[in-house]
């Protein structure tokens, strides 16, 4: 992939990694919030506001899944990029689960951050959030996005869930902190570590966290207790990619999320979950890591297994009843 100089594109190794061979994460450059009473400069209104997102990406998958659980596929449009990211970085085909720039007739993602800013200097990533009134770039940070489509469209929500309730924010956030370190980004210090001793700890950290986890949903259906929040769809992006790339491309190998029988069975239960399963494209996860991450997999060869049955019954109903409506702790 590459970057940005003073809105100039620069081909390079897109993994970047500490002295000690520790892989360090690209902050995020555009922090804007769209609120529902305009108070931040960006009103909540339908059809004003575009995605730009990547199937294969977890960052991205994280605001798909909320758009498609608050129900505002109607009031945020959507674009997806091409899975194989080369030296030209994240662009726009006409591929199977692929869908163009309809916004900016953009070729490559990049473009849309020269819009956004003429002389951007970092990464060009995904999701971004477009403001197709004032031409811009609103944010490009998944955590930030996914709380604004949560709290500041309700209006045009359909009646979707409330993933962040004032009750659980505490813990929600704590689960989070947490599962970003070790598990979401985890996956990626483990794959991209340069050095035995980085890898290692990475590692290391990412099981210990797991076993964490697997002890805590062995006690309940869900992180934050008997109801789905933000801290479970913040963490399925990585599940679900968990065994099919992340245990043989990133050497995430002591245990597959199959081989948890908490996890394995959470998994499942939230793929199952109302149109969630429809946010998956496994094509463009395992064509994307495998095929672009060419300092990992030199050959480029995507592997045609694992077999991989997220609709197999699960057992989350028959060891703690349904799920807890909104409004219950």
């Not at 050497?251 to 946010?279: H, M």
Request: proline content about 5%; charged content about 25%.
């Amino acid at each position: 992939m590459g970057r940005m100089i003073e809105g100039v594109w620069h081909k390079d190794e897109d993994h970047r990694t500490a002295s000690d061979g520790r892989f360090l994460r690209a902050t995020t450059s555009f922090r804007d919030a769209v609120t529902a009473d305009g108070s931040s400069g960006f009103r909540a209104e339908p059809g004003r506001y575009h995605l730009y997102v990547s199937h294969a990406c977890p960052w991205a998958h994280r605001t798909m899944i909320l758009r498609a659980l608050r129900r505002l596929e109607d009031a945020i449009s959507v674009s997806v990029v091409d899975p194989f990211t080369g030296d030209e970085g994240w662009h726009f085909s006409g591929g199977p689960g692929c869908i163009p720039d309809t916004v900016n007739g953009a070729r490559y993602l990049r473009e849309i951050y020269k819009l956004a800013r003429d002389d951007f200097t970092g990464r060009v990533s995904v999701p971004v959030l477009w403001d197709k009134r004032e031409k811009t770039i609103v944010n490009n940070e998944s955590a930030e996005i996914v709380r604004m489509l949560n709290t500041e469209f309700n209006e045009w929500a359909d009646g979707g869930p409330d993933l962040y309730p004032a009750a659980l924010r505490g813990e929600i956030d704590a689960i989070n902190e947490t599962i970003y370190e070790h598990v979401n980004n985890g996956v990626y210090k483990t794959g991209f570590a340069r050095s035995q001793a980085a890898y290692e700890d990475a590692f290391d950290a990412l099981f210990a966290t797991l076993d964490e986890l697997e002890a805590r949903l062995a006690s309940q259906r869900y992180l934050a207790g008997a109801r789905i929040t933000e801290a479970d769809w913040r963490l399925f992006p990585t599940l679900v990619r968990f065994d099919a790339v992340y245990v043989g491309h990133f050497k995430c190998n002591r245990r597959r999320i199959e081989d948890y029988p908490a996890l394995g069975n959470y998994l499942r239960d939230l793929y199952q979950q109302p149109g969630i399963a429809e946010t998956v494209n496994m094509a463009h996860i395992k064509g994307h890591y495998y095929a672009s991450h060419v300092s990992v997999n030199p050959t480029r060869i995507v592997p045609k297994g694992p077999e991989l049955d997220f609709m197999r019954p699960h057992d989350r109903d028959r060891r703690f009843g349904t799920p807890a409506e909104e409004g219950a702790a």
